[in-house]
Every structure is written in C-alpha cells, then in structure tokens.
C-alpha cells in the first residue's frame, strides 16, 4: 500500500545530542512536510518542501533543519535539541494540483530528551 | 495571522447520539477544508474534507461548509465509543506564491468522547 512511513516510531536522545528523523513516502506527491506536536496542541508546521524547494516557517528556531535528497525521502535534523523540543514529529505528504489535495500523516516519531 | 478556533471540548454524547463539531476560520480566501480524526498518542488521519458550500456526507459523517459565515462542520451520526478521539478542523489557503496546493492551519482540536 502506498503511505508515509516514519522511522523511528520512538526516539529518546540527550539533551544537546544532534538528532535525525526520517520519513519516506511511496505515494510520490511533490510536497512535504514537517510538523511539531506537543501534548493536546495543534500540529505546527516547521518547513516544507515542494519538489527541491525548501519553505522555512517563519518561526521555525534554527536548531531544526532539513534535508530532501530525492523525491521519497525527507528528514528533520534537530542540532542541539533541548528539553522543550520533546514532541511528537509528524511528517506529511500532499499532491499539488486542483481541488482540495488533503495531506496524508505518517505514523510520527515521539522524540523524548534526557 | 490566519486562525481556526474550535470548541476544545471535552465533547461527551452517549452511544448511538448525533455528535456535532464546529470550527469557525478568520481568512475569507480559504479554499479547502479537512476533518482530521487521532486518537491519543496517534498521527492525525483524515475523515472527510470539503470546498463547496454546502453539505458532504460520507457514511456516518457529514462535513458542511458556509464560506459566508466563515463556518465548517462535522455531524457523526450513529456515535460509537470507537469515535472518541480529538477532532481537528484544518483549513487550506492558497500557497503564497500562488501555487496549487496550500498549507494548512489546524484548529486545537475538539476532545469527544462517546459513552455507552
């Protein structure tokens, strides 16, 4: 089945410890997207890519970057992350075209900091 | 700044009950509109989504959309325990650069629970 897949599901690392989540999508829709999901909040959307583009949200803290080698994968790199940045990291896909294009969730990666 | 505001709830309807989720939007150039369901601890998954005024019904869901009053629905009719779950509204607006697809800006969710 065509999907967005997330790796890994959980991920625990230390404070200040260099970070890298993955994402991959078999459903070869031009854009992607990176979300930020705290407990009972809304996702935040921290950048996306159409095709090669790379779109950074204007809030979006310098510690998180990210990486899209080719059309399947995408990946978020948090350089120092710090305690406020455990979350849930959502990682979504959308077709570009008419009509409402709706964008399709991964499973996420909860990111727990030590 | 765009917003989407939406009763946070909680929501509680017992088993078989209508349940109704609103979600009101302050920018008039909004295109689209989704429902996204997720359950704790899960990624959002898309139930329905709508363009055109109007109603869409799919199933037990029915999405409704009045772009003059700013205003999108979601009716579960034949409510079931396994409905509970946060409910996020989610509106898409034109791409700034005019593009055909647009981000989305998601409402805080409306927590329902549906009780035997």
């Known amino acids: 089945d065509a999907m967005v897949i997330q790796n890994p599901r959980y991920q625990v690392t230390q404070f200040g410890k260099p970070v890298t989540l993955s994402c991959s999508q078999t459903l070869n829709h031009n854009v992607m997207y990176w979300y930020q999901q705290k407990s009972s909040q809304a996702p935040k959307l921290l950048f996306h890519y159409y095709d090669k583009d790379f779109n950074n949200e204007a809030d979006t803290p310098d510690n998180f970057q990210s990486r899209r080698p080719n059309t399947s994968f995408c990946f978020l790199d948090i350089r120092s992350p710090g305690l406020g940045d455990a979350a849930m990291y959502l990682c979504a896909t959308s077709r570009v075209g008419q009509g409402a294009q709706p964008q399709h969730f991964g499973d996420g990666t909860r990111l727990s900091i030590l | 700044q765009k917003e989407v505001e939406q009763n946070s709830g909680p929501l509680s309807v017992p088993e078989g009950a209508i349940a109704s989720l609103n979600c009101t939007y302050s920018d008039r150039g909004s295109q689209s509109f989704f429902w996204y369901r997720q359950y704790s601890g899960k990624s959002p998954e898309l139930i329905m989504f709508i363009y055109s005024n109007g109603d869409k019904e799919d199933g037990r869901f029915t999405a409704q959309l009045n772009k003059a009053s700013q205003y999108v629905s979601l009716l579960i009719r034949d409510s079931q325990p396994s409905d509970s779950a946060t409910y996020l509204c989610?509106?898409?607006?034109?791409?700034?650069?005019?593009?055909?697809?647009?981000?989305?800006?998601f409402g805080q969710g409306t927590i329902l629970t549906v009780h035997p």
């Open positions: 989610a509106v898409r607006s034109w791409n700034a650069g005019g593009t055909s697809y647009g981000k989305l800006t």
